[in-house]
């Protein structure tokens, strides 16, 4: 099973940025990072393939950056111009080339001056 070890998470100011980090163990064909707000379903934020092909979800275009996800199972979610409704435990996800999924034990995000 795929290990996943996520980092970065903390309180920030609206306007700040942030960065987060995960790496996985194990042969990954996708990784990416999904969030979770208090009272509501998690959500996809962004994706990375091993090609470097990525997705990201219309609220954080423009604001979010993900990079990695090569050969070295790596990803970072460069999180700038943070706003109050980003606070969200995130939580790295990744598949492997079998399709199956793991998740990371998520880390919070709290934008809030």
């Known amino acids: 099973q795929v290990q996943l070890v996520e980092s970065g998470g903390g309180l920030v100011q609206p306007g700040g940025s942030l960065r987060l980090s995960c790496a996985a163990s194990?042969?990954?064909?996708?990784m990416g990072w999904y969030r979770q707000a208090p009272g509501k379903e998690r959500e996809l934020v962004a994706t990375?393939?091993?090609?470097?092909?990525?997705y990201y979800a219309d609220s954080v275009k423009g604001r979010f950056t993900i990079s990695g996800g090569n050969a070295e199972n790596t990803v970072w979610l460069q999180m700038n111009s943070l706003k109050p409704e980003d606070t969200a435990v995130y939580y790295c996800?990744?598949?492997?080339?079998?399709?199956?999924?793991?998740w990371g034990k998520g880390t919070l995000v709290t934008v809030s001056s």
């Open positions: 996800n990744a598949v492997t080339y079998s399709a199956k999924a793991s």
């Open positions: 194990g042969s990954i064909y996708t």
């Open positions: 990375i393939t091993t090609s470097g092909t990525t």
